[in-house]
């Protein structure tokens, strides 16, 4: 899928370079040794030199996303896309973000600063040896200034920009409308992170489950690598296109993943315009002008045909400026004054201690994000942060607030003391699902929500997979690895189904009341809530859900605590007819219905949206419908103080190239709910090698 289109979900990094700053890598130095998966084991003497084998690596097996990824910096994504990809090339410069770029880059370390030069040197290395591959021949080679301020836009959209600009630009904001900010319950899909201590496993090992739920291909997709230099790097983990390093993963000592987590990041104000004067508003008793200027865009049309196009940007002491049907409105992110986040998750790749990793931690500069961690140990630790900014004053910080007094401006952000986290809990277990930071462990565990500022502004609840996790993990006092197993891969509901709106009043209906569509009520009504591929209610639940869904939306019941009777029944009708037309029956089995498909293969896949073991489908052919995002990257570890074990799997595999023997390779382990063994020894990895290189060798 193209990168326009799958933006709202994220982490993934741009693209290139000042050249002149340092010297140029030999890749003599580097050795790209590629195992029976292909995954990429990159070895340097430093760590830019591993971050040009990176980059090289990761462009042979899929250069067009990385590419897709960084064009709106250099506002060329309208040029490769048309309309949609013109879209994200004017919120760059609606943004600001080439000039955050430029202002911060004194902040970011030395050290990081040489990793990104060594990844971007790679990556115009490999446009250049390989032109062919180019998509827009005038967009190599990139500058350190492109790669920054297509990486600033990216950490605009982890901070919930993304939301605010779709609300902003389609007129969906009321004045002061505290419920204008996204409803966390209408998220979809989301990560799972699992960390039990020693005191608590049966053959005293640390376990830790990385399990983020992503799109299963293009732009959010993982890529798995692992790097190694001689300054001390040597992580394994999976990173989207762009990306220098991985972003979550293990090294010989510890490892982190991150969960969505959904505080208050983003500011929003109504700004009280001037009756008579254009574009003039109110602030602390004056009159202001607002600062105008134009995006330049060009949009690909057809026959190679390109329209350029202007479009005014208006910014304020607040932020950009956005006009709509109900006013003028500004808003403030902490992304207007932050790329430093790519600093912290190197330091974090580089840490080899708690105490380390904690020292990374207090930057505080990655956008959002639950932290889960492990190591070897035995401490486990999660915190749920961001870049929140310090509020003061009587204000609904939730909501619209009024834009005409420096009161509501925002000076500062929360430090790493200030938020919820849980270091070694007494009975040995953290999780988190998306959930509330302030249930992500046994309840005498957990922090109270009333001791933190209530401006942090969370808004999770529980979900089925919290809800799910909780109900299983006190069935075990102690725990094997083979029951972790079954729990990070459990695909049942909990009995009373969470759902944005109550759908738990399709277990109460009297089937003899309708006949017609009797058979299929009493067969949803006698599931078992679970989702395996021999399941004979999964699919008719599944197909009932996403009519709700729709309907509810369509109708503005979405939120209803009740939905009224007939239109469960107008909804089971249509999934009958539904059935009956592409099925010719209604007991069909899961395995009928969904499939995980890449290519020329396809095989069923179990799971349903929001379980432990998720997979969210969209329909294709003949009533079938087709993975498409949840269980994306799996890596499960054990940790002790001999050696670091660990297992993992890729939905389909590393290359993205359909004549590549990885292009589907993984795809029977992944539906079958097993693992390739994976090693951060050198000797081993050589050992087992299918090809050893250095980039630019053919």
């Known amino acids: 899928m193209h990168f326009a289109l799958q933006i709202p979900l994220i982490l993934f990094l741009l693209f290139p370079i000042h050249s002149s700053l340092f010297a140029q890598v030999d890749p003599d130095n580097i050795e790209i040794v590629r195992d029976q998966w292909g995954v990429p084991h990159i070895y340097g003497k430093t760590d830019k030199e591993t971050a040009f084998g990176l980059a090289w690596a990761h ?91 297509g990486y600033n836009m990216v950490i605009h959209f982890f901070s919930d920009s993304g939301e605010i600009l779709r609300d902003l630009l389609g007129d969906n904001v009321e004045p002061n409308d505290s419920l204008f900010k996204e409803n966390v319950s209408d998220k979809t899909i989301g990560s799972n992170a699992f960390m039990i201590r020693k005191e608590k496993t049966e053959d005293n090992k640390t376990y830790f489950n990385i399990n983020t739920h992503q799109p299963l291909e293009g732009a959010f997709s993982w890529y798995e690598a692992h790097v190694v230099s001689d300054e001390g790097w040597n992580m394994l983990g999976s990173l989207f296109p762009g990306s220098p390093f991985p972003l979550i993963g293990t090294n010989e000592h510890l490892g982190w993943t991150h969960t969505f987590n959904y505080p208050d990041l983003i500011d929003v104000y109504q700004l009280e315009m001037h009756p008579k004067k254009k574009n003039v508003y109110r602030f602390d008793g004056e009159w202001k002008t607002l600062e105008t200027s134009k995006a330049k865009l060009k949009v690909k049309l057809f026959w190679g045909m390109k329209l350029s196009a202007k479009k005014k940007l208006y910014w304020s002491v607040h ?110 277990y953290l999780f988190n699902t998306n959930n509330s930071p302030f249930n992500v462990a046994h309840p005498d565990d957990n922090v109270k929500e009333s001791d933190y500022d209530p401006t942090l502004g969370y808004r999770e609840q529980a979900n089925n997979r919290s809800t ?25 509901y909990p009995d009373s189904i969470l759902c944005p709106f109550q759908l738990n009043e399709v277990f109460d209906l009297d089937p003899n009341k309708y006949p017609h569509i009797k058979d299929l009520i009493v067969l949803i009504q006698s599931w078992d809530r679970k989702a395996n591929i021999e399941n004979t209610a999964a699919a008719q639940w599944s197909i009932l859900f996403k009519k709700l869904v729709a309907r509810t939306k369509e109708e503005g019941l979405y939120h209803a605590t009740s939905l009224p009777e007939e239109l469960l029944i107008e909804e089971i009708e249509g999934t009958q007819k539904y059935l009956l037309k ?79 023997p990885h292009y589907q390779d993984q795809m029977e382990m992944y539906v079958n709910h097993t693992r390739k063994k994976m090693t951060l020894d050198k000797e081993t990895i050589y050992r087992e090698a299918v090809k050893v290189y250095h980039p630019r060798e053919e």
Not at 326 to 352: C, L, P, R, V
Not at 377 to 398: K, M, Q, V
Not at 597 to 614: F, N, Q
Request: with cysteine.
């Open 59 to 149: 462009s042979e097996d899929n250069f067009k996303t990385i590419q897709e990824t960084f064009l709106p910096a250099i506002n060329k994504l309208g040029s490769h896309l048309g309309k949609d990809g013109a879209t994200f090339d004017y919120i760059v410069q609606a943004l600001r973000c080439r000039e955050v770029a430029e202002s911060q880059f004194s902040n970011l370390s030395k050290g990081v600063v040489l990793v990104i030069e060594g990844y971007l040197e790679g990556i115009n290395a490999y446009a250049k040896a390989h032109p062919d591959e180019v998509l827009i021949k005038s967009s190599f080679p990139m500058s350190m200034m492109d790669y920054l301020t």
């Open 319 to 428: 932020g950009p400026v956005f006009k709509n049907k109900s006013g003028y409105f500004a808003f403030h992110s902490n992304a207007m004054e932050n790329i430093s986040s790519i600093d912290q998750w190197y330091q974090m790749n580089k840490s080899t201690n708690f105490e380390e990793f904690k020292t990374a931690l207090k930057m505080c500069v990655l956008p959002r994000f639950n932290v889960a961690y492990a190591d070897r140990e035995d401490n486990i630790f999660i915190i749920s942060g961001g870049r929140i900014p310090i509020r003061t004053g009587d204000y609904d910080w939730a909501g619209v607030l009024p834009g005409n007094t420096s009161k509501t401006i925002t000076s500062g952000y929360h430090a790493m003391e200030d938020f919820p986290q849980i270091l070694n809990p007494s009975h040995g």
């Open 468 to 492: 799910r996790f909780m109900e299983l993990i006190d069935q075990y006092p102690t725990i094997n690895y083979e029951e972790f197993q079954r729990i990070k891969y459990d695909q049942q």
């Open 582 to 660: 592409h099925f010719k029956r209604i007991d069909i089995t899961l395995a009928d219905h969904q499939k995980h498909t890449r290519g020329d293969k396809e095989v069923p896949i179990s799971g349903l949206i929001d379980m432990i073991a998720a997979t969210n489908s969209t329909p294709i052919k003949h009533g079938q419908a087709k993975a498409t995002s949840g269980e994306s990257y799996i890596m499960l570890i054990r940790y002790s103080e001999e050696e670091v074990e660990i297992e993992t799997v890729l939905p389909f595999g590393e290359s993205n190239h359909p004549e590549s």
